[in-house]
């Protein structure tokens, strides 16, 4: 009995452990989580104080800088310039309109002086001052003005210069010195005097928290706090310009740094205290100890009852094992340590069993992310072979023909994605057997790709209408399947850049199945129909500009006017293709044709029907409904998206393909959809899209048609060099060392 309990108390005392050690754990992430929440909201209010602050001073020293401006086009101050002596009517008649034009300025906080240096004599507002006097009424020391004069920063339209506060004795002035230069006249000199309260806020976030104006030197500051940190002060005009959305940490300080927009050496720095964790702890370690009490007592009440729960069967296994050895002695003991080795084996044979279930349905996750990443490219020839093997792929090591599904009609609430590739993989197993591997890949809702290995175009074209009469005739789906020819598993890759080629044709396909035969009859249609105009029409569609769109289609109908008539055979055609256009901008915006015919019943049908005369109204028109339907409702998006940018990414590649192109496109940010790719595939954009440059690229050299310059042209690099340097990093070779090993 004793050993039993010592079983028992060891099995709670171990429970007991892996809770507390989980409470711990719990609650070192909440108290970390917390401190960066409010560490990022800290950063976030400060980084806008200091903002706020120098857009504020910016604006008043934009004000004063403007009435300079305004008095020099007065009379009476281009007399007192062009005067070679000292003229005091000039002089007068300067001062008074100088009184005059500040008299609408009084409130602003500032003061001008005004002087050619060659007088000896300052004008202002208050009267007329010696250089050296004026200097000891502002507290400015004669070297500011050789400092200025050796300084060589340029400012909007002339020279200004903002007077440290190691040059001035009065710390409630700022001062600036404004330059204006003739070729042969002296210079004219405006001194602008601020009173520190006007630039620097009157109040800070942070009690502890000071605001300063430097330029290279420090000029003036809110608080009577330390100054400035040195490093600061000599950090090279690079590091700073990245300072603006950067704060920058010293010791236990950081700083918050805004430039200003008028002189270009002045910058507005805001210094806080850091954020401390012991901080945080003191503010949240109270409202969090009695969720953790309460945790850590629900812990404890299901450690007892999972130890007790543990404890049961092997009780009365021990229970069981002692009244037969008692009643029957060792004989019997033997044959029930038989039966117990018996009944674990049976325990250990249903745990195996609930295993290989399991691991089954995590091979073929393991198996769908394996082969989207060799096709979306990313996947490098070591990781395939070794994957190969270990997933029990190697019936796909040989050429492999890839079947892209696009349906439309789908509906969010409707076909769950995981049956609809169930129902494709049925239809297909029905026409090709249990023997023949394949295997069916979803790329997004809409979009799914099926790997067969090598099939003759005439099985794969039955194995398609097979899939497309089967699947419409029970579901409300418009499927078109494009074919591709055979390629090897190292390069799908580019299987999928002509599926997505095909694709492209598929407007003026006549059957919905498109292979390179129909793409090429395809480009002999009889209409004018570039392929860009489908790309900005469905793009001006999800991006609600109307009036490009309107701009785009009546431009098409012209041309189609001038260059074929619209004869009743190319009048049919260019229906067809704009109205398999519409169908995908509604697609595109998550709508179906058959849900807008529901709403305008007669639509379709007139546009049909119209003649050549009336064409263009009704096509507008028809355009006008669609684009309504689509933008009637907000954008939202779902679980494809990631999978919807890959395949823009793959159809875009070898264009100047940019995030900010990719976050426009689809109405999102350009960090989100950064941080979609990285998450998807670990991989960046950068990287992403130069891996698929390298490998169109290789795929062109080894035509032995093109040059390296055509090559670089033709993936999107207008810099050959460029061009060389990704290829060498993502094949191992340059262009040119490549071409001579093919030969």
């Not at 008043?60 to 008095?71: H, P, R």
């Not at 091979?363 to 072979?385: C, M, N, P, T």
């Not at 169908?583 to 019943?601: D, G, S």
Request: charged residues 20%; hydrophobic residues 40%.
């Amino acid at each position: 009995m004793i050993v039993k309990r010592k079983f028992l108390y060891k099995m709670l005392t171990l429970f007991i452990v892996i809770v507390l050690l989980y409470s711990i754990i719990t609650s070192s992430i909440i108290f970390y989580k917390s401190y960066q929440m409010l560490d990022a909201q800290n950063n976030h209010s400060y980084q806008l104080y200091t903002d706020q602050a120098g857009n504020y001073a910016d604006f008043k020293i934009q004000t004063a800088m403007e009435f300079v401006y305004k008095i020099s086009t007065l009379q009476s101050l281009i007399d007192y310039r062009y005067s070679d002596d000292t003229n005091y009517l000039t002089i007068a008649n300067l001062y008074n309109d100088l009184i005059e034009q500040l008299h609408g300025f009084g409130q602003l906080g500032f003061t001008l002086g005004i002087t050619k240096l060659t007088d000896d004599m300052i004008i202002t507002g208050a009267g007329t001052f010696s250089v050296d006097h004026y200097f000891k009424e502002l507290g400015i020391r004669p070297a500011a003005l050789d400092r200025f004069e050796e300084s060589q920063h340029e400012a909007l339209a002339a020279d200004t210069y903002v007077i440290p506060q190691s040059l001035a004795t009065k710390p409630d002035k700022i001062v600036m010195i404004h330059r204006t230069v003739h070729s042969r006249l002296a210079p004219l000199y405006f001194f602008i005097v601020v009173d520190s309260d006007s630039l620097l806020p009157k109040s800070a976030d942070n009690p502890e928290g000071n605001f300063y104006l430097f330029t290279d030197e420090l000029v003036a500051s809110y608080g009577e706090h330390n100054g400035l940190n040195e490093n600061l002060l000599t950090m090279d005009d690079g590091m700073n310009a990245q300072m603006d959305h950067n704060p920058v940490r010293w010791g236990s300080t950081i700083h918050y740094v805004h430039h200003s927009k008028l002189v270009p050496n002045l910058k507005y720095v805001y210094s806080s205290e850091l954020t401390s964790f012991g901080t945080i702890f003191a503010a949240l370690w109270k409202t969090a100890l009695f969720p953790g009490m309460l945790l850590l007592l629900f812990g404890v009440i299901l450690a007892y009852m999972a130890t007790r729960s543990s404890y049961k069967p092997i009780r009365q296994l021990l229970q069981f094992l002692d009244e037969r050895n008692k009643a029957h002695g060792d004989q019997i003991n033997q044959i029930h340590e038989l039966a117990y080795i018996q009944s674990s084996i049976e325990q250990v044979y249903s745990l195996n069993h609930s295993l290989q279930n399991k691991l089954e349905h995590s091979v073929a996750h393991l198996r769908e992310d394996f082969f989207r990443k060799v096709i979306y490219g990313i996947a490098s020839e070591r990781f395939i072979q070794d994957n190969i093997k270990t997933l029990n792929l190697e019936v796909y090591e040989d050429r492999l023909n890839l079947m892209l599904l696009e349906c439309e009609g789908l509906e969010a609430h409707t076909i769950p994605a995981p049956h609809l590739s169930a129902t494709f993989h049925d239809r297909v197993e029905e026409k090709l057997g249990k023997e023949e591997p394949f295997f069916v890949l979803p790329l997004d809702r809409n979009k799914y790709c099926i790997l067969f290995r090598t099939l003759d175009s005439d099985r794969l074209r039955e194995i398609a209408e097979h899939i497309i009469h089967r699947i419409e005739s029970i579901l409300s789906l418009d499927i078109t399947i494009c074919i591709s020819e055979a390629y090897p598993l190292t390069e799908l890759t580019s299987g999928l850049q002509e599926l997505l080629r095909l694709g492209n044709h598929q407007y003026a396909a006549v059957n919905k199945v498109m292979t390179s035969r129909e793409a090429g009859y395809a480009e002999e249609a009889v209409c004018y129909y570039p392929l860009e105009i489908e790309s900005f029409l469905i793009n001006y569609v999800s991006t609600n500009e109307l009036g490009k769109a309107y701009e785009l289609l009546g431009n098409l109908i012209e041309e189609n006017e001038k260059q074929a008539k619209l004869a009743p055979a190319n009048l049919s055609s260019l229906k067809h293709s704009l109205l398999t256009t519409f169908k995908r901008c509604l697609n595109t915006n998550n709508k179906t044709l058959n849900q807008f015919v529901k709403e305008y019943p007669n639509a379709l049908e007139e546009f049909m029907d119209v003649g050549a005369a009336a064409f263009s109204e009704k096509a507008i028109g028809l355009f006008e409904h669609i684009f309504n339907y689509c933008n009637k409702d907000k954008f939202s998006l779902d679980s494809s998206t990631a999978s919807r940018i890959f395949i823009y990414i793959h159809k875009h590649f070898d264009k100047d393909l940019s995030l900010t192109d990719i976050a426009s496109h689809f109405n999102l940010s350009e960090s989100y959809v950064s941080k979609l790719l990285k998450n998807s595939l670990d991989i960046n954009f950068k990287q992403y899209v130069n891996t698929l440059k390298a490998k169109r690229a290789k795929e062109l050299l080894n035509q032995k048609t093109y040059k390296v310059h055509e090559v670089a042209s033709i993936v999107g690099c207008n810099n050959t060099n460029t061009f060389i340097r990704i290829f060498k990093q993502y094949i191992g070779v340059s262009p040119g060392e490549y071409l001579k090993s093919l030969e």
